[in-house]
């Protein structure tokens, strides 16, 4: 047990300088596509069925807004996990284990999607960091029952982010091209614990692929019927320009939704950013050298792999891209879920962990060296060389996301629901159930609630026991974002309450509640509809029973 703490201490410290803040303050935390409430839906049909169905037990031994704190340093600990798994298959000192590890945590892209609370994509970011870590281990060493449990770190990439599927397949790519010729693993050995590794994928991924083969999934139908070309349009990497995607890919950046400005983009906080990933790329250009000397196969991979997460993440913003983006698109179904491209940055990080731990060994070894044992006074000052070295590339490390660090720099703070919610909830599930529907509004599907701090997507369906009516559509103007079923809401909302949708067979909705949120004064024709009857009107909620 004390070797297990002497060892981990520093990665958990590492998570807590993120997430410490977060356990002084009581309540939720609100991100804009993070959103958790009293009340948590189990549909066998989605992908977080697994990981939900853990959560509701947790609930009810724990109170449910610390399980989510605990959730995000799970998270957290994944990634940082994860990078050690790569980092250890170069290097040997503890502490420089850790300063590569950290490479993998503080990066833009996990702040850029922790910051806008896509959560799910970071929890597979860090299994995928699992993944390639024993597949590089499987590559120096094949043994079968390591390469079949990978099985266990794609399939909860998967399960967590569906679109991951294609990211371990490329990790396995990579496997495979550079085993083929190992008569250690070669294929006669390969194919084994590559079929119980895939059957692993398919147990954890069970429930919603069933539900996607039977018509059950609503995911899978809008992948298939609903995202179009536009949607690669909307969810664009960002940047000025072509060339400016580039580069913010190659720094690791460029996720789409540093452009609502839900939270502050490391560009507008800091001028000189990108200058602490300019200092590492040298070493990373170095593990490149080194690697094609003493890891030729390998090496050669990861810069295949640098090179092509690079070209699919820019995407449709430049030509070649653009092209190999639409091929894709077009002629492989499933690559229609991955409408943001800029997910790729995961797989580039990846690669940049395998080669940064290179470039550190070799400088280590080089500029660094401990001395021999009976030069005391040598080792010493080896020692002490190497210490300095080390907290200064951990320091640069860190500053390439330094918003992360306490909270994401106070950005995020935890925040309960307002005490009208619940008196709200209770007038209408008494008993703590409801089989009445309720449609909420304002119709929006992201808005701004003064009591969560920040724009967030709707969470009455996570607070509600009743069944709500929300908005789905994300109002972006491509028209593949507002579903169907929003059309008699539209409708009835256009002519302000002159359809029959509240009473229409399959609506049967039995209240109408308004959020004093955003633009809520444009509903106030709500108290002229004749069908509706107010019934309480609070600071922050106004709620209409439907008269029947």
Same mark, same amino acid.
């Given at each position: 047990m004390k070797s297990i703490f002497k060892t981990y201490w520093p990665y958990a410290l590492a998570v807590l300088a993120i997430t410490l803040p977060w356990f002084f303050h009581r309540g939720f935390i609100f991100l804009t596509d993070f959103v958790w409430g009293p009340?948590?839906?189990?549909?066998?049909?989605?992908?977080?069925?697994?990981?939900?169905?853990?959560?509701?037990? $947790?609930?009810?031994?724990?109170?449910?807004? *610390?399980?989510?704190?605990?959730?995000?340093?799970?998270?957290?600990? +994944?990634?940082?996990?994860?990078?050690?798994?790569?980092?250890?298959?170069?290097? +040997?000192?503890?502490?420089?284990?850790?300063?590569?590890?950290?490479?993998?945590?503080?990066?833009?892209?996990v702040y850029d999607r922790l910051g806008y609370g896509q959560v799910g994509v970071v929890f597979a970011y860090g299994f995928l960091l699992l993944l390639a870590g024993d597949l590089i281990a499987c590559v120096e060493k094949f043994e079968a029952r390591r390469f079949a449990l990978t099985g266990i770190w794609a399939g909860l990439a998967i399960l967590f982010a569906p679109q991951f599927v294609f990211f371990c397949g490329v990790l396995y790519l990579l496997f495979?091209?550079?085993?083929?010729?190992?008569?250690?693993?070669?294929?006669?050995?390969?194919?084994?614990?590559?079929?119980?590794?895939?059957?692993?994928?398919?147990?954890?991924?069970?429930?919603?692929?069933?539900?996607?083969?039977?018509?059950?999934?609503?995911t899978a139908d809008v992948v298939s019927s609903q995202i179009t070309?536009?949607?690669?349009?909307?969810?664009?990497?960002?940047?000025?320009?072509?060339?400016?995607?580039?580069?913010?890919?190659? *720094?690791?950046?460029?996720?789409?939704?540093?452009?609502?400005?839900?939270?502050?983009?490391?560009?507008? *906080?800091?001028?000189?950013?990108?200058r602490s990933f300019l200092v590492l790329l040298p070493i990373i250009v170095w593990g490149i050298v080194v690697g094609l000397k003493k890891r030729r196969a390998l090496t050669v991979g990861f810069l295949a792999t640098v090179i092509v997460s690079i070209i699919l993440a820019v995407?449709?913003?430049?030509?070649? /891209?653009?092209?190999? +983006?639409?091929?894709?698109?077009?002629? *492989?179904?499933l690559y229609k879920g991955l409408r943001e491209t800029q997910k790729w940055v995961a797989v580039l990080v990846v690669?940049?962990?395998?080669?940064?731990?290179?470039? $550190? /060994?070799?400088?280590?070894?080089?500029?660094?060296?401990?001395?021999?044992?009976?030069?005391?006074?040598?080792?010493?000052?080896g020692a002490a060389s190497r210490a300095i070295i080390t907290v200064l590339l951990a320091a640069v490390i860190i500053l390439q996301a330094p918003l992360l660090i306490w909270g994401l720099h106070g950005q995020v703070r935890p925040h309960e629901y307002p005490q009208e919610w619940y008196a709200a909830d209770t007038l209408l599930a008494p008993n703590g159930t409801c089989d009445k529907r309720v449609l909420f509004l304002p119709w929006h599907q992201y808005m701004g609630f003064k009591w969560a701090g920040t724009v967030i997507a709707n969470p009455a369906s996570s607070f509600f026991h009743c069944q709500m009516i929300a908005s789905a559509d994300m109002e972006w103007g491509t028209g593949t974002l507002s579903p169907s079923s929003d059309l008699p809401v539209n409708l009835w909302l256009q002519s302000k309450g002159n359809t029959r949708y509240l009473h229409v067979a399959g609506a049967e909705v039995s209240y109408v509640m308004l959020a004093k949120e955003v633009d809520w004064q444009k509903y106030k024709w709500l108290d002229d509809v004749p069908d509706l009857k107010l019934v309480t009107d609070s600071a922050v909620l106004r709620i209409y029973a439907v008269k029947q």
């Amino acid at each position: 047990m004390k070797s297990i703490f002497k060892t981990y201490w520093p990665y958990a410290l590492a998570v807590l300088a993120i997430t410490l803040p977060w356990f002084f303050h009581r309540g939720f935390i609100f991100l804009t596509d993070f959103v958790w409430g009293p009340i948590m839906h189990l549909r066998w049909q989605e992908s977080w069925f697994i990981p939900k169905v853990i959560i509701k037990a $947790l609930d009810l031994v724990l109170p449910l807004p *610390f399980v989510q704190k605990v959730f995000v340093c799970a998270i957290l600990w +994944t990634v940082v996990i994860g990078g050690k798994r790569i980092a250890e298959r170069y290097l +040997t000192g503890r502490w420089q284990i850790f300063v590569a590890a950290l490479f993998a945590l503080y990066n833009p892209f996990v702040y850029d999607r922790l910051g806008y609370g896509q959560v799910g994509v970071v929890f597979a970011y860090g299994f995928l960091l699992l993944l390639a870590g024993d597949l590089i281990a499987c590559v120096e060493k094949f043994e079968a029952r390591r390469f079949a449990l990978t099985g266990i770190w794609a399939g909860l990439a998967i399960l967590f982010a569906p679109q991951f599927v294609f990211f371990c397949g490329v990790l396995y790519l990579l496997f495979l091209v550079t085993s083929i010729r190992n008569p250690e693993s070669g294929i006669r050995r390969i194919w084994k614990p590559l079929l119980i590794a895939a059957g692993i994928v398919l147990i954890l991924n069970a429930n919603w692929l069933i539900a996607a083969s039977v018509g059950q999934s609503k995911t899978a139908d809008v992948v298939s019927s609903q995202i179009t070309r536009a949607d690669l349009a909307a969810f664009q990497t960002a940047g000025k320009t072509g060339w400016d995607a580039l580069g913010n890919v190659v *720094f690791m950046s460029g996720f789409w939704g540093k452009e609502q400005l839900r939270y502050t983009d490391l560009k507008s *906080f800091d001028s000189t950013w990108g200058r602490s990933f300019l200092v590492l790329l040298p070493i990373i250009v170095w593990g490149i050298v080194v690697g094609l000397k003493k890891r030729r196969a390998l090496t050669v991979g990861f810069l295949a792999t640098v090179i092509v997460s690079i070209i699919l993440a820019v995407g449709v913003r430049m030509p070649i /891209a653009r092209d190999i +983006t639409y091929w894709l698109f077009d002629h *492989f179904p499933l690559y229609k879920g991955l409408r943001e491209t800029q997910k790729w940055v995961a797989v580039l990080v990846v690669a940049y962990s395998s080669l940064l731990a290179i470039g $550190l /060994a070799e400088l280590f070894k080089k500029f660094f060296p401990i001395p021999h044992p009976t030069l005391s006074y040598l080792r010493r000052g080896g020692a002490a060389s190497r210490a300095i070295i080390t907290v200064l590339l951990a320091a640069v490390i860190i500053l390439q996301a330094p918003l992360l660090i306490w909270g994401l720099h106070g950005q995020v703070r935890p925040h309960e629901y307002p005490q009208e919610w619940y008196a709200a909830d209770t007038l209408l599930a008494p008993n703590g159930t409801c089989d009445k529907r309720v449609l909420f509004l304002p119709w929006h599907q992201y808005m701004g609630f003064k009591w969560a701090g920040t724009v967030i997507a709707n969470p009455a369906s996570s607070f509600f026991h009743c069944q709500m009516i929300a908005s789905a559509d994300m109002e972006w103007g491509t028209g593949t974002l507002s579903p169907s079923s929003d059309l008699p809401v539209n409708l009835w909302l256009q002519s302000k309450g002159n359809t029959r949708y509240l009473h229409v067979a399959g609506a049967e909705v039995s209240y109408v509640m308004l959020a004093k949120e955003v633009d809520w004064q444009k509903y106030k024709w709500l108290d002229d509809v004749p069908d509706l009857k107010l019934v309480t009107d609070s600071a922050v909620l106004r709620i209409y029973a439907v008269k029947q």
